[in-house]
């Protein structure tokens, strides 16, 4: 089955620092991949969507230079927390559909997660 | 909100017995999905049902869907101690490019 890789699975690193977190997706390609956020014991909330070879598309309320998403290749997006804050700590998901599948009618597949923690 | 309602919020049942989530949405869909998620893990798809089906089969899952009333329903038969985890509908709205908006979820414990 379709396999989406995230990595790191955690990081915990000091205030200020810059983090970043790929995705990317193992057998298949996928020209849009989807960044969420969860905060414990609630539902992901959508980030952004990342569009291969275009800018990503941001949700309300989501910072797009303090979250850069890019989307290099068919198989790889990247979220960049720029200069993160405690606030920040979270548990990061991206998710990605097949781009061969082209009906809109297809689940997609998601990463284990990024477990992000700011001291 | 971006999210729909999903109720209830915490289900706990004996091994053995069915569970039973909610699902409500707001907007017109082009389908609608169920995820699992374990315990600080990604997410695993279970089912997707399209917006012109009413009744999706896989296993011991069985989902509704109620376009009428905006609602879906996930329904567990026979449940195990191994489907202990949280439950989330996710709706792709017609319009929104693929989009999933997901609902608050449902965190399910099932005791041997």
Same mark, same amino acid.
């Given at each position: ?8 699975? !955690? ?12 995705? &990317?997706?193992?057998?298949?390609? /996928?020209?849009?991949?989807? !960044?969420? &956020? ?17 800018? /990503? ?26 200069? *993160? ?14 781009? *061969? &599948? ?12 990024? &477990?992000?923690?700011?001291? | %909100?971006?999210? $729909? @309602? @999903? ?9 053995? @017995? ?36 009413? @009744?999706?089969? %896989? ?26 985890? %949280? ?17 608050? $979820? ?7």
């Amino acid at each position: 089955g379709a396999v989406v890789s995230q990595h790191p699975s !955690w990081v915990i690193c000091k205030s200020g620092t810059s983090v970043k977190i790929e995705c &990317r997706s193992l057998d298949f390609q /996928a020209t849009t991949m989807f !960044w969420y &956020r969860q905060f414990p014991k609630q539902s992901l909330m959508l980030m952004a969507t990342s569009n291969e070879g275009s800018k /990503a598309t941001y949700e309300q309320g989501v910072e797009k230079d303090k979250f850069l998403i890019n989307h290099a290749s068919l198989t790889l997006s990247t979220l960049t927390v720029t200069s *993160a804050h405690p606030e920040d700590s979270s548990f990061y998901i991206c998710s990605a559909r097949e781009l *061969a &599948r082209g009906s809109s009618n297809q689940p997609q597949h998601f990463g284990d997660g990024t &477990r992000l923690s700011i001291l | %909100s971006q999210q $729909g @309602e @999903e109720d209830p919020q915490a289900l706990s049942i004996q091994e053995g @017995e069915n569970a039973t989530m909610n699902c409500s949405y707001k907007t017109s869909i082009n389908n609608l999905q169920w995820y699992r998620q374990n315990s600080g893990r990604g997410l695993v798809h279970l089912i997707l049902i399209r917006s012109n089906e009413r @009744e999706k089969h %896989s296993g011991r899952l069985r989902v509704t869907l109620d376009t009428s009333k905006k609602s879906s329903s996930l329904l567990i038969t026979a449940s195990r101690a191994a489907d202990t985890a %949280s439950y989330f509908c996710a709706t792709d709205a017609a319009g929104g490019y693929n989009k999933l908006i997901f609902g608050a $979820g449902t965190r399910l414990a099932v005791h041997p």
